[in-house]
């Protein structure tokens, strides 16, 4: 620039924005939060619903946490799935409601009040169980409130000053009404059967509280003697029917053979073998009669000795036996093990005093299988379901030999009194001392130790046992007597009818687990024998048994005189001394029935909230359905799966429309989170280190249908994501620093650049819509990085800079680009605010700063369908392609050094015919270029241009711009300095006026 030529840098119209290039998210994030509560912003929206009165409801039902400890990394991605998925349906047009809820019943409160007890030295049994419950009331509130406050800083919006609580007095009257409508419509019955036990916490679990460890078990293979073996038909047909026959009991060789035999049965839990009363095998296994011929010194086995075997696992056997040599004798076809009978291994033992002293039958299973084992399965019907469905079938007695604690019967004989789990979690001698005895009488084959995948107590992280005990359960096949038979007569049609033709799945595969889970699962163990939680409510005649049709009181008076106390005074009412005699005073004698005190199972406290949150509160809806349930994959054996249990049995069928599950959230490596590994991450490390929007956007760009991966590098990345999407909006709200809305320009009379932004944005308007309505935040968050990075800061923003820097104030070409910037400003802030709350608010307000403003009180802008323009986005993506042709050409000039920016270029461009009908004008395309000048010439390009193999016909051949450089807008023209400016072009000349 020449000493006289004035520097014209306060005569562009450069951005001007006070939004901060650095977020400070940590900081301002709160105050954000308290301006939200000072507008009421989730009160406001609520309001402008009945105003307009025609906004459908929309409500995600929150699947309660548990209100026990600071929240972890899964809470934070679960409640900000949530809360992108209520946030957008609002601003979709829906009145989108969220009541956020807590679980505040069962055993992860109960055992933090006993581990209390026991650091203080109490006894809870010694504790009033009113007094007890209270003091888990207490522990419950504290960290409800601890929890709300954790959940508000992410972002979440909801009825955070009315949230649901199990243990609210008109929820626990609900849940004891949900439960009777059980008693009353006949599914409803006590049972006895094995069910998940903790000796530890001593109470029965649900699938859903038990998580699999590894564990080492004792293994042992067991010889079961047989006692009896009749003759077959097929014997004498396979031998021409001169078998021999042996003793005066007509004996064939072949029924003399297996009574000198064992049968020999493998097992992973020896303290079951006391209660064995069967042996299965599968008629479909092909089985053997295998001599053992040499063996080890050590080896329990006698040379000689004949043993059956499935023969695929017959081999394995031998070696774990420490056979040395074995042959097989002959087949044992299935027909032959039907009327075989053998010995318990403990018959005759010393000071057994007969206990074992009965024949065991061998019963055909299909769940018996050759691929472990040794082809034959023991069979304790009060120890395992298999095991309990075989003894049903063939009418198998029931042992009860183990007690609350996980020890055996005090007068059982030999193991009287013996732990099988210890209260501390660990082993107890029982397995030894079966062992032990099991050597002692000459039944074990061999023994050894197996790891493997073992069921523990999720909250105790003890091991857990089958049990038999007896149980109040639910029976999801039995025909219900309650009117509502529109998808099937009991609990697990119409959860199978609702799963195929009632509710959406996503991801998809979600359908086929819930669906073959509640094709196969047995009734709903539905009490537990703890202290926290909703009793059972309900009474049973002395003296009757649970099969008699007068065991149970179903009475409806007696129902809503328990009901109505316990929306007066809650459950606690129910231990209260005398209120058994409250409430069937008058209607039958209190001397004839004993009250039940067994809790609910809480699954059945978080399956029943449909009724007091969705059917009950002013903001639910009047079918009590929900339009969606969000959880982990895990709660399709957990909340997702009570929900439908209880919703089928209370109102005939789901309480939802769509099911929605997010995976696990694993570390960087792809490893399970662990505080011992020491690779957890905080969720409010993350806030005060990044900010809440920081850890969302983590959340939007991952496919949460599936294991998530987060980790410091992993956050950098997704903080990197959003300063480079933070620059964009950055760019546009300068550009609309002056922006006068009454200069907008009508689409028809934009340049085709601005028009292309528009079909963009009609484009966009669709696909985010869709893809939030499909709950799809990825694809949502990925197309509109995609635009603001790619065809907004790389093309159009690019592009524009000069008109809108230095193009006169009111020129067609910026008031075209304003308008469309503002277009843009509107669709961006508002389809991002549902993923960056806080940061969309803070570009609102940069631009509408306002009192009462709030881009979270604003809906997604209509889009015209007018601005959809196929033909010119089909134009334009060939128009791109040759700029790509040209911008790859000046790339090579200037790493060339040739030249330091585009502005200096006038290349000369050659095109086919057919690109050449579409690029057109050189100044049009030169803007696009970014270039100070540009040749069109329709035939091939020269020997030596430029050319890009996936953009045939086009090459692109430099020369440098010739002129000067205007010192306003710098591009290089031939009539720089002829004008009345110095040393300016007539655009920008014109433009100082």
């Known amino acids: 620039m020449c000493a006289d030529t004035p520097d014209y840098k306060d005569t562009l119209f450069l951005p001007e924005t006070d939004f901060p290039m650095r977020a400070g998210l940590p900081q301002r994030e709160p105050e954000w939060l308290a301006r939200w509560e000072r507008l009421g912003v989730y009160e406001a929206l609520r309001e402008k619903a009945r105003a307009s009165g025609n906004r459908k409801p929309f409500i995600l039902h929150d699947g309660p946490p548990y209100a026990n400890g600071h929240l972890h990394i899964g809470h934070a991605l679960n409640k900000t799935i949530k809360d992108i998925i209520v946030r957008s349906h609002q601003m979709m047009g829906f009145d989108s409601r969220y009541v956020p809820g807590w679980d505040c019943h069962g055993l992860p409160i109960e055992w933090k009040i006993e581990e209390q007890y026991r650091a203080k030295g109490l006894d809870k049994d010694e504790v009033d169980i009113v007094d007890f419950r209270q003091e888990c009331r207490k522990f419950a509130e504290g960290w409800i409130d601890v929890q709300r406050e954790e959940f508000k800083r992410l972002g979440v919006t909801g009825t955070w000053n009315d949230p649901y609580l199990t243990m609210d007095f008109h929820a626990e009257a609900v849940i004891a009404e949900e439960f009777m409508k059980f008693l009353m419509n006949g599914a409803l019955y006590q049972g006895s059967k094995p069910v998940m036990w903790s000796p530890v916490e001593k109470t029965a679990l649900a699938e859903a509280e038990v998580e699999y460890h590894d564990h080492t078990s004792h293994q042992i293979w067991v010889r079961f003697r047989i006692v009896s073996a009749q003759n077959k038909a097929m014997w004498l047909s396979a031998t021409g029917g001169d078998m021999p026959v042996i003793g005066a009991d007509g004996k064939t060789q072949f029924a003399r053979d297996l009574e000198s035999s064992s049968v020999v049965i493998w097992t ?86 007969g206990e074992w002293d009965y024949d065991v039958p061998m019963l055909p299973g299909d769940h018996v299988t050759d691929d472990a084992g040794t082809g034959f399965v023991h069979t304790a019907p009060s120890h395992g379901d298999d095991d309990y469905q075989l003894g049903l079938k063939f009418k198998l007695p029931m042992t009860y030999n183990v007690e609350p604690d996980g020890t055996y019967r005090a007068d059982l004989p030999i193991f009287g009194g013996e732990a099988i789990i210890a209260q501390d979690g660990k082993d107890g001698p029982a397995n030894v001392s079966v062992i032990k005895n099991l050597a002692w009488a000459g039944a074990l084959l061999a023994k050894g130790k197996l790891k493997h995948s073992y069921p523990h107590s999720w909250r105790s992280k003890a091991p857990v ?25 009991t609990i697990r049609q119409r959860a199978l009818k609702s799963i195929e033709d009632l509710v959406k799945f996503t991801p998809v595969s979600g359908r086929n687990r819930l669906h073959s889970m509640m094709e196969s699962r047995p009734d ?55 209120f058994k005699e409250r409430v069937l005073k008058d209607l039958h004698d209190p001397e004839a029935y004993d009250q039940v005190f067994d809790i609910l199972d809480v699954w059945f406290d978080s399956g029943s909230t449909h009724a007091f949150v969705l059917r009950d509160r002013e903001d639910g809806v009047p079918d009590g359905i929900a339009d969606v349930y969000m959880e982990g994959t895990d709660q399709h054996r957990g909340w997702f799966h009570s929900s439908m249990l209880q919703g089928c049995g209370t109102k005939g069928r789901a309480p939802y429309r769509n099911v929605v599950t997010h995976g696990f959230t694993l570390d960087e490596k792809g490893m399970k989170m662990s505080k011992s590994i020491g690779n957890t991450i905080v969720p409010q490390e993350v806030i005060d280190q990044y900010g809440a929007d920081i850890l969302r956007l983590w959340v939007a760009l991952s496919d949460y249908t599936q294991d998530q ?3 410091p590098e992993i956050l950098k990345g997704t903080a990197d994501s959003y300063r480079r999407l933070r620059n964009t909006l950055r760019f546009m709200l300068g550009a609309l620093g002056a922006y006068d809305p009454a200069k907008a320009v009508a689409r028809d009379a934009m340049p085709e650049l601005e028009q292309l932004m528009l079909h963009r944005l009609a484009e966009l308007d669709a696909q985010v819509r869709k893809n939030y309505a499909a709950f799809d935040f990825q694809g949502v968050f990925q197309s509109l990085f995609a635009f603001a990075t790619t065809d907004l800061s790389a093309f159009y923003f690019d592009i524009r800079k000069d008109a809108l820097y230095c193009d006169p104030a009111d020129s067609p070409v910026r008031l075209a680009s304003l308008t469309v910037m503002d277009a843009l400003f509107h669709r961006l802030t508002t389809w991002l605010a549902p993923i960056l709350p806080f940061t969309m608010e803070d570009v609102w307000l940069s631009r509408f700063p306002g009192e009462d403003e709030s881009v979270h009180l604003q809906d997604f802008p209509d889009t015209p369908d007018s601005w959809l323009d196929p033909e010119l986005a089909a134009r334009a993506q060939k128009v791109r392609a040759v700029r790509r042709v040209v911008t790859g050409a000046l790339e090579v000039e200037r790493r060339n050094k040739t030249i330091g920016a585009s502005l200096e270029a006038a290349p000369t461009v050659y095109l086919s015919p057919e690109l050449a009908q579409i690029v057109t004008n050189p100044d049009t395309f030169s803007t696009l270029c970014i270039t100070s000048g540009i040749t069109l010439t329709q035939g091939e390009a020269p020997e030596g241009a430029f050319a890009a193999e996936d953009v045939p016909g086009v090459g692109v051949v430099f020369h440098h711009a010739e002129g000067e450089k205007c010192q306003r807008c710098w591009k290089i023209l031939p009539d720089v300095g002829t004008h009345k400016h110095p040393g300016t072009c007539a655009r920008c000349d014109a433009a100082l006026g």
């Open 465 to 489: 046992i089958f049990r038999n005990t007896p149980q109040w359960f639910a029976a999801i096949d039995k025909v219900l007597d309650d009117g509502m038979g529109q998808y099937g007569d």
């Open 268 to 353: 992973t839990t020896p303290w079951t073998i006391p209660q064995n009363r069967a042996v299965a095998y599968n008629p479909s296994i092909a089985y053997g009669l295998y001599r053992v011929t040499e063996a080890e010194e050590k080896a329990t086995v006698t040379v000689g000795e004949t043993i059956l075997l499935a023969d695929a696992l017959a081999e394995g056997v031998m070696a774990a036996a420490k056979v040395t040599g074995f042959e097989k004798l002959r087949d044992v076809p299935a027909d032959e093990l039907s009327g075989v009978v053998l010995a318990h291994p403990f018959r005759g033992v010393e000071n057994g005093n």
């Open 524 to 578: 709903w163990v539905l009490s537990r024998q703890r202290a926290w939680g909703v009793p059972l409510t309900c009474f049973v005649k002395k003296g009757a048994k649970p099969t008699d049709p007068d065991f149970l009181l179903k009475d409806a008076q007696v129902n809503t005189r328990i009901r109505l106390a316990f929306e007066e005074e809650g459950a606690d009412v129910w231990y209260v001394k005398g």
């Open 709 to 711: 991966r987060i980790g």
